[in-house]
């Protein structure tokens, strides 16, 4: 199988996150350039869970 071209340049964010960097360390914690909150907030209102979905109808 051949191997995945790299793409060049940065992808298209949302403009919420414009800037966003998230990294994991070599002990495994999750290094972040946006307070957690906030991206869980963002995440909040802008995806929709699947598991959450049936129990908002009721």
Same mark, same amino acid.
């Given at each position: 199988?051949?191997? *995945?071209?790299? *793409?060049?340049?940065?992808?298209? &964010?949302?403009?919420?996150?414009?800037?966003?960097?998230?990294?994991?360390?070599?002990?495994?914690?999750? *290094?972040?350039?946006? &307070?957690?909150?906030?991206?869980?907030?963002?995440?909040?209102?802008?995806?929709?869970?699947?598991?959450?979905?049936?129990?908002?109808?009721?």
């Amino acid at each position: 199988m051949p191997k *995945k071209m790299k *793409k060049d340049g940065d992808p298209e &964010v949302h403009e919420d996150l414009k800037g966003f960097d998230i990294k994991i360390n070599t002990f495994g914690e999750i *290094k972040s350039n946006i &307070v957690i909150d906030k991206l869980n907030t963002f995440l909040n209102d802008n995806v929709d869970d699947k598991k959450l979905r049936d129990s908002e109808e009721e």
